[in-house]
Protein backbone atom coordinates (compact mmCIF):
# COMPACT_ATOMS: atom_id res chain seq x y z
CA UNK A 1 0.00 0.00 0.00
CA UNK A 2 1.23 3.38 -0.87
CA UNK A 3 0.91 6.10 2.13
CA UNK A 4 0.66 9.90 1.61
CA UNK A 5 1.77 11.36 4.88
CA UNK A 6 1.00 14.75 5.12
CA UNK A 7 2.00 17.02 7.67
CA UNK A 8 -0.32 20.16 8.22
CA UNK A 9 2.08 21.81 11.11
CA UNK A 10 -0.29 24.63 12.47
CA UNK A 11 -2.20 25.54 15.12
CA UNK A 12 -5.09 27.77 14.75
CA UNK A 13 -3.39 29.09 11.71
CA UNK A 14 -0.17 30.06 13.08
CA UNK A 15 2.81 27.94 11.38
CA UNK A 16 5.22 25.58 14.27
CA UNK A 17 3.40 26.66 17.46
CA UNK A 18 2.11 24.52 20.25
CA UNK A 19 0.32 22.12 18.36
CA UNK A 20 1.64 22.73 15.12
CA UNK A 21 5.01 21.50 16.47
CA UNK A 22 3.52 18.03 16.32
CA UNK A 23 3.44 17.06 12.80
CA UNK A 24 7.54 18.10 12.76
CA UNK A 25 8.29 16.22 15.91
CA UNK A 26 6.45 13.20 14.30
CA UNK A 27 8.76 13.37 10.90
CA UNK A 28 11.84 14.07 12.66
CA UNK A 29 11.51 11.22 15.07
CA UNK A 30 10.84 9.01 11.80
CA UNK A 31 7.51 8.35 11.19
CA UNK A 32 7.80 7.65 7.73
CA UNK A 33 10.56 5.58 7.96
CA UNK A 34 8.83 4.00 10.85
CA UNK A 35 5.86 3.07 7.91
CA UNK A 36 8.52 2.25 5.41
CA UNK A 37 10.07 -0.46 8.04
CA UNK A 38 6.63 -1.77 8.08
CA UNK A 39 6.44 -2.69 4.20
CA UNK A 40 4.83 0.14 2.79
CA UNK A 41 5.74 2.83 0.21
CA UNK A 42 5.59 6.17 1.78
CA UNK A 43 5.85 9.69 0.91
CA UNK A 44 5.86 12.96 3.36
CA UNK A 45 4.46 16.05 1.87
CA UNK A 46 4.24 19.18 4.38
CA UNK A 47 1.31 21.84 3.53
CA UNK A 48 2.00 25.48 3.14
CA UNK A 49 -0.06 28.34 3.85
CA UNK A 50 0.16 30.89 1.29
CA UNK A 51 -1.60 33.94 2.95
CA UNK A 52 0.21 36.45 5.00
CA UNK A 53 0.46 35.43 8.72
CA UNK A 54 -1.30 39.10 9.38
CA UNK A 55 -4.26 38.14 8.13
CA UNK A 56 -7.36 37.20 10.66
CA UNK A 57 -7.33 33.47 11.53
CA UNK A 58 -10.32 32.09 10.05
CA UNK A 59 -8.71 33.08 6.47
CA UNK A 60 -5.91 31.27 7.25
CA UNK A 61 -7.41 28.27 8.29
CA UNK A 62 -9.54 28.30 4.98
CA UNK A 63 -6.42 28.64 3.05
CA UNK A 64 -4.33 25.85 4.84
CA UNK A 65 -7.42 23.49 4.65
CA UNK A 66 -8.31 24.58 1.04
CA UNK A 67 -4.83 23.37 0.09
CA UNK A 68 -4.83 20.41 2.47
CA UNK A 69 -8.08 19.47 -0.08
CA UNK A 70 -5.71 19.68 -3.30
CA UNK A 71 -3.42 17.65 -1.68
CA UNK A 72 -5.87 15.00 -0.63
CA UNK A 73 -7.39 14.63 -4.07
CA UNK A 74 -4.38 14.40 -5.74
CA UNK A 75 -3.09 11.73 -2.96
CA UNK A 76 -6.05 9.38 -3.62
CA UNK A 77 -6.06 10.00 -7.81
CA UNK A 78 -2.36 8.94 -7.81
CA UNK A 79 -3.48 5.92 -5.57
CA UNK A 80 -2.65 6.86 -2.17
CA UNK A 81 -3.62 6.37 1.18
CA UNK A 82 -4.03 9.84 2.81
CA UNK A 83 -2.69 9.80 6.17
CA UNK A 84 -2.80 13.14 8.07
CA UNK A 85 -0.76 14.41 11.01
CA UNK A 86 -2.87 17.32 11.74
CA UNK A 87 -1.87 20.28 14.37
CA UNK A 88 -5.65 21.21 15.30
CA UNK A 89 -8.80 19.20 14.69
CA UNK A 90 -10.25 21.36 12.16
CA UNK A 91 -8.09 19.43 9.79
CA UNK A 92 -11.14 17.21 9.14
CA UNK A 93 -12.61 20.31 7.03
CA UNK A 94 -9.40 20.11 4.44
CA UNK A 95 -9.57 16.46 4.35
CA UNK A 96 -13.40 15.83 4.02
CA UNK A 97 -13.30 18.54 0.95
CA UNK A 98 -10.99 16.85 -0.44
CA UNK A 99 -12.52 13.07 -0.76
CA UNK A 100 -14.81 12.45 -3.01
CA UNK A 101 -18.26 13.53 -2.83
CA UNK A 102 -19.62 9.91 -2.38
CA UNK A 103 -21.57 8.18 0.59
CA UNK A 104 -18.53 9.26 3.07
CA UNK A 105 -19.11 8.63 6.77
CA UNK A 106 -16.85 10.38 9.79
CA UNK A 107 -15.73 8.91 12.51
CA UNK A 108 -14.09 11.04 15.02
CA UNK A 109 -12.06 10.17 18.08
CA UNK A 110 -11.80 12.77 21.06
CA UNK A 111 -11.77 13.23 24.18
CA UNK A 112 -13.75 16.46 23.75
CA UNK A 113 -17.06 16.68 21.67
CA UNK A 114 -15.81 19.25 19.44
CA UNK A 115 -19.47 20.25 18.81
CA UNK A 116 -19.73 23.52 20.18
CA UNK A 117 -21.24 26.47 18.20
CA UNK A 118 -20.38 30.19 18.57
CA UNK A 119 -23.60 30.68 20.58
CA UNK A 120 -23.38 27.96 22.79
CA UNK A 121 -20.02 28.02 23.64
CA UNK A 122 -18.60 29.24 26.73
CA UNK A 123 -15.26 29.77 25.80
CA UNK A 124 -15.14 30.41 22.44
CA UNK A 125 -12.44 28.37 21.00
CA UNK A 126 -12.59 27.74 17.33
CA UNK A 127 -11.24 24.24 17.78
CA UNK A 128 -14.04 23.20 19.93
CA UNK A 129 -16.46 23.13 16.74
CA UNK A 130 -14.78 21.43 14.44
CA UNK A 131 -17.44 18.41 14.05
CA UNK A 132 -20.30 21.16 14.57
CA UNK A 133 -18.64 23.10 11.38
CA UNK A 134 -18.28 19.69 9.15
CA UNK A 135 -21.51 18.42 10.08
CA UNK A 136 -22.94 21.99 8.98
CA UNK A 137 -23.93 23.40 12.70
CA UNK A 138 -21.76 26.93 12.31
CA UNK A 139 -19.41 28.69 9.96
CA UNK A 140 -21.23 27.66 6.68
CA UNK A 141 -19.29 30.02 4.62
CA UNK A 142 -16.01 28.43 5.98
CA UNK A 143 -16.58 25.10 3.93
CA UNK A 144 -17.39 27.35 0.79
CA UNK A 145 -13.86 29.42 1.26
CA UNK A 146 -12.00 25.88 2.13
CA UNK A 147 -13.40 24.08 -1.48
CA UNK A 148 -17.18 24.22 -1.58
CA UNK A 149 -17.64 21.40 0.86
CA UNK A 150 -21.22 20.01 1.26
CA UNK A 151 -21.59 19.29 5.60
CA UNK A 152 -21.88 15.84 5.99
CA UNK A 153 -25.14 14.69 8.09
CA UNK A 154 -25.27 14.10 11.61
CA UNK A 155 -26.56 10.85 10.35
CA UNK A 156 -23.40 9.69 9.01
CA UNK A 157 -21.06 10.63 11.88
CA UNK A 158 -20.18 8.86 15.00
CA UNK A 159 -18.41 10.06 18.04
CA UNK A 160 -16.10 8.21 20.23
CA UNK A 161 -14.28 8.26 23.71
CA UNK A 162 -15.72 11.72 24.76
CA UNK A 163 -15.65 12.17 28.23
CA UNK A 164 -15.39 16.18 28.47
CA UNK A 165 -18.25 17.89 27.62
CA UNK A 166 -20.10 21.14 27.94
CA UNK A 167 -23.11 21.41 28.91
CA UNK A 168 -24.87 22.77 26.28
CA UNK A 169 -22.48 21.14 23.52
CA UNK A 170 -23.29 17.52 25.33
CA UNK A 171 -27.32 18.50 24.82
CA UNK A 172 -26.32 19.70 21.40
CA UNK A 173 -25.15 16.44 20.60
CA UNK A 174 -27.36 14.24 22.90
CA UNK A 175 -30.02 15.89 20.62
CA UNK A 176 -28.32 15.36 17.00
CA UNK A 177 -28.60 12.32 15.06
CA UNK A 178 -24.77 11.92 15.65
CA UNK A 179 -23.73 8.41 17.30
CA UNK A 180 -22.07 8.63 20.37
CA UNK A 181 -19.71 5.97 21.57
CA UNK A 182 -18.34 6.93 25.22
CA UNK A 183 -15.30 6.08 26.54
CA UNK A 184 -16.85 4.30 29.49
CA UNK A 185 -18.61 2.17 27.15
CA UNK A 186 -15.79 1.08 25.25
CA UNK A 187 -13.82 0.58 28.71
CA UNK A 188 -17.20 -1.88 29.92
CA UNK A 189 -16.89 -3.82 26.46
CA UNK A 190 -13.91 -5.84 26.32
CA UNK A 191 -15.74 -7.59 22.57
CA UNK A 192 -16.54 -3.98 21.22
CA UNK A 193 -19.71 -5.27 20.81
CA UNK A 194 -21.40 -1.82 21.15
CA UNK A 195 -18.80 -0.27 19.07
CA UNK A 196 -19.90 -3.20 16.50
CA UNK A 197 -23.76 -2.34 16.67
CA UNK A 198 -23.38 1.02 16.53
CA UNK A 199 -21.10 0.72 13.07
CA UNK A 200 -23.78 -1.52 11.70
CA UNK A 201 -26.32 1.42 11.98
CA UNK A 202 -24.04 3.58 10.08
CA UNK A 203 -23.22 1.40 7.77
CA UNK A 204 -26.53 1.34 5.38
CA UNK A 205 -26.01 5.48 5.43
CA UNK A 206 -22.17 5.18 4.70
CA UNK A 207 -19.96 3.56 1.79
CA UNK A 208 -16.50 4.73 3.42
CA UNK A 209 -15.71 6.58 6.16
CA UNK A 210 -12.76 9.24 7.47
CA UNK A 211 -11.28 8.22 10.69
CA UNK A 212 -9.82 11.13 12.54
CA UNK A 213 -8.08 10.95 15.83
CA UNK A 214 -7.57 13.62 18.30
CA UNK A 215 -4.43 12.02 20.57
CA UNK A 216 -5.89 13.03 23.80
CA UNK A 217 -8.80 10.24 23.10
CA UNK A 218 -5.61 8.05 24.73
CA UNK A 219 -5.49 8.28 28.71
CA UNK A 220 -2.33 10.35 29.75
CA UNK A 221 -0.98 8.12 30.97
CA UNK A 222 0.13 6.97 27.11
CA UNK A 223 -0.28 10.56 25.77
CA UNK A 224 0.47 13.46 28.07
CA UNK A 225 1.63 15.49 25.33
CA UNK A 226 -1.64 17.26 24.83
CA UNK A 227 -3.14 20.50 25.76
CA UNK A 228 -5.85 19.42 27.76
CA UNK A 229 -5.10 16.65 29.82
CA UNK A 230 -8.21 14.44 30.46
CA UNK A 231 -8.30 11.53 32.59
CA UNK A 232 -10.00 7.98 32.37
CA UNK A 233 -9.20 8.00 28.29
CA UNK A 234 -8.53 4.80 26.06
CA UNK A 235 -5.43 2.78 26.52
CA UNK A 236 -3.35 1.96 23.37
CA UNK A 237 -4.99 -1.60 23.39
CA UNK A 238 -8.41 -0.53 23.71
CA UNK A 239 -7.89 1.98 20.66
CA UNK A 240 -6.33 -0.54 18.66
CA UNK A 241 -9.07 -2.96 19.26
CA UNK A 242 -11.45 0.07 17.98
CA UNK A 243 -9.49 0.97 14.98
CA UNK A 244 -9.27 -3.06 13.43
CA UNK A 245 -13.13 -3.03 14.46
CA UNK A 246 -14.01 -0.03 12.28
CA UNK A 247 -11.57 -1.66 9.46
CA UNK A 248 -13.67 -4.38 9.52
CA UNK A 249 -16.96 -2.69 8.64
CA UNK A 250 -15.40 0.27 6.40
CA UNK A 251 -13.15 1.21 3.71
CA UNK A 252 -11.24 3.97 5.50
CA UNK A 253 -10.51 6.59 2.66
CA UNK A 254 -8.23 8.77 4.85
CA UNK A 255 -7.09 9.24 8.53
CA UNK A 256 -5.60 11.82 10.40
CA UNK A 257 -3.86 12.00 13.66
CA UNK A 258 -4.43 15.54 15.70
CA UNK A 259 -3.06 17.35 18.49
CA UNK A 260 -0.03 16.46 19.74
CA UNK A 261 2.07 19.17 21.32
CA UNK A 262 5.47 18.19 22.19
CA UNK A 263 6.13 21.43 24.45
CA UNK A 264 4.52 19.02 26.64
CA UNK A 265 5.65 16.02 26.30
CA UNK A 266 7.12 13.16 29.04
CA UNK A 267 9.86 10.86 28.08
CA UNK A 268 8.14 10.54 24.47
CA UNK A 269 5.40 8.73 25.64
CA UNK A 270 3.34 10.67 23.21
CA UNK A 271 5.65 10.39 19.85
CA UNK A 272 5.73 6.50 20.81
CA UNK A 273 1.67 6.32 20.75
CA UNK A 274 1.77 7.94 17.82
CA UNK A 275 3.99 5.80 16.25
CA UNK A 276 1.80 2.94 17.59
CA UNK A 277 -1.57 4.69 16.26
CA UNK A 278 0.13 5.19 12.29
CA UNK A 279 1.21 1.85 12.20
CA UNK A 280 -2.31 -0.01 13.33
CA UNK A 281 -3.91 2.67 10.97
CA UNK A 282 -1.24 1.82 8.29
CA UNK A 283 -2.09 -2.29 8.91
CA UNK A 284 -5.62 -1.59 8.89
CA UNK A 285 -6.24 0.00 6.26
CA UNK A 286 -3.98 -2.26 3.66
CA UNK A 287 -5.79 -5.48 5.46
CA UNK A 288 -9.20 -4.04 4.48
CA UNK A 289 -7.94 -3.65 1.19
CA UNK A 290 -7.10 -6.93 0.26
CA UNK A 291 -10.42 -8.12 2.34
CA UNK A 292 -13.06 -6.47 0.83
Same mark, same amino acid.
Not at 102 to 117: C, E, L, Q, R, V
Not at 180 to 199: C, F, G, P, W
Not at 204 to 228: F, K, M, S, W
Given at each position: ??????????????????????????? $?? !???????? $? !???????????????????????????????????? #?? *? @???? =????? /?????????????????????????? /????? =????? *?? &????? =?? +??????????????? !?????????????? !? +????????????????? $????????? @??????????????????????????????????????????????????????????????????? +? #????????? @?????????? &????????????? *??? *??
Amino acid at each position: MKINLIQVPYDLGEEQVGMGKGPIRFI $QA !GADRNLLD $Q !GFEVKVETIKRDVPAKDDMLKKIANINANLAKSIKK #AI *S @EGYF =PLVLG /GNCNTILGILAGLPPSKIGIIYFDAH /GDFNT =PEISI *SG &FFDGM =PL +AIATGQCYPDLLTHI !GNMSPIPESHTMHV !G +ARDLDPKERELLENSEV $QVVTTDELK @EDIEMRILHSALTKLHPQVQEVYLHIDIDVIDPQEAPGVNYRTPNGLSLDEMEKAIKTIAAHFRIKA +A #ALTAYNPDH @EEDEKTLQTG &FRLLNVIADAVAS *SLT *SK
